[in-house]
C-alpha cells in the first residue's frame, strides 16, 4: 500500500541555517505530493505540492523537488527564521483513485533559535 | 475566501456527555474529511465524505462516534456518550474532490473530556 516515511524529530536549528527534512514515499502509480506546515494552535496548511516527476514545488522560500528515481521529496529552505518553527507534514495522494484522501507522514517538529 | 469553518474552537464537558462538533466546508469542495489529532497518535483520518456521501469510516473508533453530512455546507462529528479518551483535536477539511487535488483543513476544536 501507499505510505510516507519522514525523518523523526525534533530538527533544531540556529536561525539562518539551512534546513532539510527528508520525506520518502512508496506508491504504486505516480501519486501528487504535498508538505503541510502546522503552527502551534493551527490546523494544518498547505506549503507546497508537486505533480509529477521533476516537478519542483515552492513557497516561501520553501521548495521540495519529485524524485520518481529515489522516491523522495524533501523539504529544503536555504535560510530559516524563528517564525518557521512549526510541525512539517509530508503527504501523497492517489490521483488515480479519484479520491483527495492523503496519506500523511508522522510529521517533523523543527525548533529555530535565535 | 472564507476557508474551511468549525466550531466550536473549544469543547469542555463531563463524560458521558453528548458532544457534536460542526464543520463548514470551502464553497464548492466535494469532498470533506474528518482527522483526530492527539499526541500519542498523531493525525489520523476517521472518515471522509465525497459529494455528502460517507466513503471511508474505517477509522471511526467505535460506534459511539458518528458523523453525517446532510448537504453539501455542513457536517458533524458526534460522539455519545463521551469518555475522556476522546480528549484530542478534531480537524475537519475539505477539497475539490477531483483526485489529487489538495485539502484545506479548518483550526479544529480543541475537545476535553472531564
Known amino acids: 500500500g501507499n505510505s510516507v516515511t519522514q525523518m523523526e524529530g525534533p530538527v533544531t536549528l540556529s536561525e539562518e541555517a539551512f534546513l532539510t527534512i527528508n520525506c520518502t514515499y512508496t506508491?504504486?502509480?505516480?501519486?501528487?505530493l504535498f508538505w503541510y506546515v502546522q503552527y502551534p494552535g493551527e490546523g494544518l496548511q498547505l506549503l507546497l505540492k508537486a505533480t509529477k516527476a521533476d516537478d519542483k514545488g515552492s513557497n516561501k522560500g520553501f521548495e521540495a523537488t519529485y524524485r520518481k528515481e529515489t522516491t523522495s521529496f524533501h523539504l529544503e529552505k536555504g535560510s530559516v527564521q524563528v517564525s518557521d518553527s512549526a510541525v512539517y507534514f509530508c503527504a501523497l495522494s492517489d490521483p488515480r483513485r479519484n479520491t483527495d484522501k492523503l496519506i500523511f507522514g508522522t510529521g517533523t517538529r523543527l525548533q529555530v533559535f535565535p | 475566501d472564507a476557508g474551511v469553518i468549525q466550531s466550536p474552537r473549544h469543547e469542555v464537558t463531563e463524560m458521558g456527555q453528548e458532544v457534536t462538533l460542526r464543520c463548514k466546508p470551502i464553497?464548492?469542495?466535494?469532498?470533506l474529511f474528518w482527522y483526530r489529532q492527539t499526541m500519542m497518535r498523531g493525525l489520523e483520518l476517521l472518515i471522509y465524505?465525497?459529494?455528502?456521501?460517507?466513503?471511508?469510516d474505517s477509522g471511526m473508533p467505535e460506534d459511539r462516534f458518528s458523523a453525517k453530512m446532510p448537504n453539501a455546507s455542513f457536517s458533524t462529528l458526534k460522539i455519545q456518550p463521551s469518555e475522556p479518551r476522546d480528549s484530542a483535536v478534531y480537524f475537519c477539511a475539505s477539497s475539490a474532490g477531483q483526485g489529487g487535488q489538495p485539502q484545506h483543513f479548518g483550526d479544529g476544536t480543541r475537545l476535553s473530556i472531564l
Open positions: 465524505f465525497n459529494n455528502n456521501v460517507p466513503i471511508d
Open positions: 506508491a504504486t502509480g505516480y501519486p501528487s
Open positions: 464553497s464548492g469542495h466535494n469532498s
